[in-house]
């Protein structure tokens, strides 16, 4: 077997379910060893607002708003960042995506590869109320 894969993005599982936009893991559907990759496609009045947000034990995430515009809440700031932006978060910095719209935006993120990620997140409730 060769030690590369080519995927479509549409060919990789959206994981969202009922949930608006798409979300696509990379990771799994190209079966990567290192890096983990999600595309996401967020539609306006979506995204962590109203909800919980999250951070990490020991996973960093680079984010990238592809187009665009999100609000991201870092701790206590919120910031509006548009297309063409990197945003680099630490593992303990408590964190969540919203698109206010009036577009979709596409939103890559990308971390290190983890065999269990849910074990790595802490969810922080009543994060960004609404």
């Keep these: 077997m060769a030690d ?8 990789i599982p959206d994981v969202l379910g009922d949930y608006p936009g798409e979300m696509r893991m ?6 990567c060893e290192q890096v983990a990759f ?4 967020m539609p306006q009045q979506t ?6 947000g999250h951070r990490h034990k020991t996973q960093e995430e ?5 187009s665009g515009r999100l609000l991201f809440k870092l701790e206590d700031e919120v910031m509006e960042v548009p297309a063409g ?6 593992p303990d910095v408590a964190r969540s995506v919203w698109n206010e719209g009036p577009d979709d935006a596409v ?18 409730e009543d994060f960004w109320p609404a």
């Design 85 to 90: 932006t990197v945003v680099r978060v630490g």
């Design 62 to 66: 680079i984010y990238f708003v592809a």
């Design 47 to 52: 995204g962590g607002k109203g909800s919980y």
């Design 26 to 31: 990379g990771s799994f559907g190209l079966d």
């Design 38 to 41: 999600t595309w996401r496609r």
């Design 4 to 11: 590369w894969a080519i995927r479509r993005l549409h060919d």
């Design 107 to 124: 939103l890559i993120m990308v971390s290190k590869k983890l065999d269990d990620p849910g074990a790595d997140i802490e969810k922080v």
